[in-house]
């Protein structure tokens, strides 16, 4: 199980850090990604971190502005996002995939194991 919490309302520039606690997973073989769902819209790739933390892909739309990081120890990813935007908005998901080696899938469909879900907002 997956879940994700720290999402809030935020001024724009503003800064959140999420958080994902897993459980019933051997969390230190496993990929996590963040993704978004914004309404009216797709969910889409947000972040994604491999086991050891020594790959991190990013999109585009947050690369600069967003760190993902992990503690094998506490089983927690995080996603500490900074100079937060209105076109932020959207709810939040974690994601887990059991991997080897470095492999850190960015497609929705490669995670079987979801989080429920944190809402962030950002107001202009």
């Known amino acids: 199980q997956l879940q994700a919490s720290g999402g809030g309302l935020v001024q724009a520039g503003g800064s959140l850090r999420l958080s994902c606690v897993a459980s019933g997973l051997t969390f230190s073989r496993t990929a996590v990604g963040w993704f978004r769902q914004a309404p009216g819209k797709e969910r889409e790739f947000v972040a994604a971190i491999s086991r050891s933390g020594s790959t991190t892909p990013y999109s585009d739309a947050v690369k600069g502005r967003f760190t993902i990081s992990r503690d094998n120890v506490k089983k927690e990813v995080y996603l500490q996002m900074n100079s937060l935007k209105p076109e932020d908005t959207a709810v939040y998901y974690c994601?887990?995939?059991?991997?080897?080696?470095?492999?850190?899938?960015?497609?929705?469909?490669?995670?079987?194991?979801w989080g429920q879900g944190t809402q962030v907002t950002v107001s202009s």
């Open positions: 994601a887990a995939k059991s991997v080897i080696l470095t492999h850190t899938p960015i497609q929705i469909d490669e995670y079987p194991y």
